[in-house]
């Protein structure tokens, strides 16, 4: 999640996280199902394996914890151990593969020390990688340097297969102390093409850009403040919330360009005593004042529209506003514009009018018009059915225990049983004639057979 990032203090090593906010009970777990790792039994080390990834974000920071200990102790050569499973580092030659796997496979016999620290870092590494928080990719990144790189492959390989989601966590690795750390993570963004802060922020996922973000906030990374404030006013909330809380990790840092940005928005320079606290608050206030201005007059425009059975322009205007503002409080006055111009369509445009009612489904699950549109979904289902051949009754049944009053389900129901009783009619008229033909013919054998033998000569 997100907000696990305000956890990780800029000035303190990364491995070092407190497991003071994992649950009392999971490192005692945790400690438990990693000794099982070394069981002679396979089954039970790769159970034990399987358990581990299941711990999930709640057991990061014991993760991290215990990769920080495997890193202090240097008995252990791992080399060997990797050696033995006959995978190929990632580059290298042949197809690669999973080295835990085929870690497990290995009996832990004679391997000693080493191979207990082999399993242990590289299951840890999997269920960091699968639990794909920043803090736990920032754990597991740190491992790519220990034991003379000997882990960098599996590290690599988990990086380069989470791409943007990997981005926050290497940018907390990337102001971790130690040199060499600060360059190579520097070095992973760069090859996943995460240059410059402005790189950084260019994904899809809203997800992984609040993360970014948040990461840029809690390291205090100078350069990227500009970019961070850029999407204080953004219209995705959880966005511009990440932004306004990594603001909020700069502190002072950011206050010259909170004031530049009050006086272009206000015309006026912001008082000189100002807490910074209040300076943030006055200038999101005046922001979200100038952005709801422009999404609430388009909305009404919308409600005038559909009030006035300007249907298509009214859904144009909430496609609008829903594009800029998805997380608008009022959305649920937007579903009876949908309903009705789905209708209003589905005659037409069936195809349209089920992408409208499922618009209008969304905006409002639980609403009073939630139980209609999910008839008149069932309604189309039924008609497209009819449409290929099949007459199915039940996505018209469903339609009417859904909403009593679809008259239109009613009548495809009625339809249907008409039709049935015209082909039940056909079919009873056609075995009658067949029986009546059957009839004729065998009373014709009956009465004709005999006769005909009577006259054969004896």
Same mark, same amino acid.
């Given at each position: ?9 800029? %000035? ?7 497991? +003071?906010?994992? /649950? ?25 394996? #399987? ?8 057991? =990061? ?37 999973? #080295? ?6 290995? /009996?832990?016999?004679?391997? $000693? ?11 840890? !590494? ?51 102390? $130690?040199? %060499?750390?600060?360059?190579?993570? =520097? ?20 997800? %992984? ?13 100078? *350069? ?30 950011? &206050? ?9 928005? =206000? ?27 422009? &999404? *609430? ?75 209609? !549109? ?16 099949? +007459? ?39 075995? @009658? ?10 009373? %014709?054998? @009956?009465? &004709? ?5 009577? #006259?054969?000569?004896?």
């Amino acid at each position: 999640m997100v907000a696990s990032l305000s956890a990780v203090a800029s %000035a303190q090593p990364l491995p070092a996280a407190s497991a +003071s906010s994992v /649950p009392e009970e999971r490192a005692p777990a945790l400690a438990g199902t990693l000794g099982q790792l070394v069981s002679p039994d396979r089954n039970m080390r790769r159970a034990a394996a #399987r358990s581990i990834e299941m711990m999930g974000a709640a057991a =990061t920071s014991a993760m991290t914890d215990e990769l920080a200990r495997l890193r202090d102790e240097h008995a252990a050569d791992v080399a060997s151990v990797l050696a033995m499973t006959r995978v190929p580092p990632e580059g290298a030659a042949g197809d690669g593969g999973d #080295r835990l796997d085929a870690v497990l496979d290995l /009996p832990p016999d004679g391997a $000693g020390p080493a191979y207990r620290q082999t399993v242990t870092t590289l299951c840890l !590494i999997r269920a960091l990688a699968k639990t794909a928080t920043p803090t736990a990719v920032a754990g597991f990144a740190l491992v790519a340097l220990d034991a003379h790189g000997a882990f960098r492959p599996d590290v690599t390989r988990h990086l380069t297969e989470l791409g943007d989601g990997a981005v926050a966590g290497l940018i907390l690795a990337s102001h971790a102390r $130690g040199q %060499a750390m600060q360059k190579w993570a =520097t070095t992973t963004l760069e090859g996943l093409g995460k240059r410059t802060p402005g790189d950084a922020v260019q994904t899809r996922s809203k997800e %992984a850009l609040a993360n970014v973000l948040l990461a840029y906030g809690t390291t205090h990374d100078a *350069d990227a403040l500009g970019v961070v404030q850029s999407f204080v006013n953004a219209d995705r909330r959880l966005v511009r919330d990440a932004a306004r809380d990594a603001i909020a990790m700069y502190g002072d840092e950011a &206050v010259p360009k909170l004031r530049e940005s009050y006086g272009l928005l =206000t015309g006026e320079a912001p008082p000189i005593d100002w807490p910074t606290p209040w300076l943030r608050k006055k200038l999101f206030d005046v922001m979200d004042r100038i952005r709801l201005e422009d &999404v *609430d007059a388009r909305v009404h425009e919308g409600l005038t529209a559909a009030g006035q059975g300007r249907l298509a322009e009214a859904v144009a205007d909430f496609d609008d506003v829903l594009a800029r503002q998805p997380d608008w409080d009022h959305k649920a006055e937007m579903v009876p514009a949908y309903v009705f111009y789905a209708q209003s369509i589905a005659a037409r445009d069936r195809n349209a009018a089920r992408a409208h009612l499922e618009k209008a489904l969304r905006l409002d699950p639980d609403g009073p018009r939630a139980t209609q !549109i999910e008839s008149m979904l069932a309604l189309l289902e039924g008609k497209d059915l009819e449409d290929r051949g099949v +007459s199915d009754v039940e996505p018209f049944r469903q339609a009417l225990r859904l909403d009593p009053a679809n008259a239109e389900a009613q009548a495809a129901l009625l339809r249907i049983d008409d039709g049935a009783a015209v082909r039940q009619e056909r079919w009873r008229r056609r075995f @009658l004639e067949g029986s009546g033909a059957l009839v004729a013919l065998s009373l %014709a054998i @009956l009465f &004709v057979g005999p006769r005909r033998r009577s #006259r054969a000569p004896r």
